[in-house]
């Protein structure tokens, strides 16, 4: 059987993996036991995400303004940025569980580390979207995607160094000395010291790697398989277990106690930083789907389709999504 969603009655106290610690502050989001089923809108709209390097001054201040409304949302309103970070440390760090097949425990849930990853990530990002545009009346707003696989857009997008001009865009929580340099696709907790222009074809290798060389099999790209019963982590695909997990940590702020904010599931959505690192890994999810040929792209397994999520949508709407994100890349365009 597929996961289930999470029952958010039952949404406990979220544990920071990296130390075992219990999070020192509530994850869970307000409860509301009026779920809607996702329904693909009768008229689509294509958002085209734009990169974060390219986008025009007048992009970035509405970015920074719809950031800025997201912020300043009372706390307690599930589309609040501290909420939407929240979703990630539901999710990722025990708060959220199922009861086990004799009901005599709660097992947790976890969308890391299996084929959940690519799927959840994507609703995650999607609904957040859709939240931002509403904040600024414009139902065609695409979020950034930060191009760290590209020599041009490996550095940290300028928009987010910007304390004074679009501070919804910063954070201080990050590796200083990091946002000075390209991104660094192999970092594992030390700088390599190497120069920009070797960093770059490093970079192209670990990518060539990770998305065409050992990403031959579904379950290498996506994940290991995880349904309902199973132990969390069974096994990261090889892009989440690479470059993704190596930007985490590059860019978590070695001065905090846990890697905080990217660093650290708990804490790695309340760095706006994520959702364009996430808006690029969503893109490398297209990128390998797109140059498959004949092999296949998705998986088919029901336990995979049918696993559930919950997300608050920008009507505050609770709706149940299933993994089978295929229904919503007709209307996300990630440029090649
Ligand atoms: Cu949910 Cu980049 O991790």
Do not use: K
């Not at 990296?18 to 809108?41: E, K, T």
């Not at 509403?134 to 304390?163: E, K, V």
């Not at 140059?291 to 995979?304: K, S, V």
């Not at 389709?305 to 149940?320: H, I, K, P, S």
């Amino acid at each position: 059987a597929p996961i289930p969603p999470p029952d958010l009655n039952a949404c406990r106290t979220a544990t920071n993996i990296n130390n075992g610690q219990p999070v020192p502050y509530s994850c869970c989001p307000p409860v509301n036991n009026r779920i809607v089923d996702f329904r693909l809108p009768a008229r689509p709209t294509i958002r085209t995400r734009p990169a974060a390097h390219l986008v025009n001054a007048q992009y970035i201040s509405r970015f920074n303004l719809a950031m800025q409304r997201m912020i300043n949302l009372p706390a307690s309103d599930p589309r609040s940025f501290m909420q939407q970070a929240n979703v990630h440390c539901a999710y990722c760090n025990g708060a959220y569980t199922y009861p086990s097949a004799t009901g005599s425990q709660r097992l947790e849930i976890q969308v890391h580390n299996c084929w959940l990853f690519f799927p959840f990530h994507r609703w995650y990002l999607y609904f957040f979207e859709r939240i931002l545009g509403s904040l600024i009346n414009d139902p065609t707003f695409a979020m950034p995607y930060w191009n760290w696989d590209s020599p041009a857009g490996m550095y940290t997008p300028n928009m987010y160094l910007n304390q004074r001009q679009y501070p919804a865009l910063f954070n201080t929580r990050r590796n200083q000395r990091n946002m000075t340099l390209p991104a660094d696709l192999g970092y594992s907790g030390t700088n390599n010291n190497l120069n920009p222009t070797q960093t770059a074809a490093n970079n192209c290798a670990i990518m060539h790697n990770e998305i065409i060389r050992n990403a031959n099999t579904l379950q290498n790209f996506m994940g290991r398989i995880y349904r309902r019963g199973d132990a969390i982590n069974p096994g990261a695909g090889t892009h989440e277990a690479g470059s993704h997990t190596a930007i985490h940590i590059w860019g978590g702020d070695p001065r905090q106690p846990s890697g905080e904010d990217l660093g650290n599931f708990y804490s790695a959505g309340r760095d706006p930083l994520f959702y364009a690192h996430h808006a690029n890994v969503d893109r490398m999810w297209t990128l390998w789907r797109n140059r498959r040929g004949n092999q296949p792209r998705d998986f088919t397994d029901p336990d995979y389709l049918n696993a559930q999520f919950l997300f608050y949508d920008e009507n505050r709407q609770l709706v149940r999504v299933r993994a089978d994100s295929r229904v919503n890349v007709p209307w996300i365009q990630c440029p090649p």
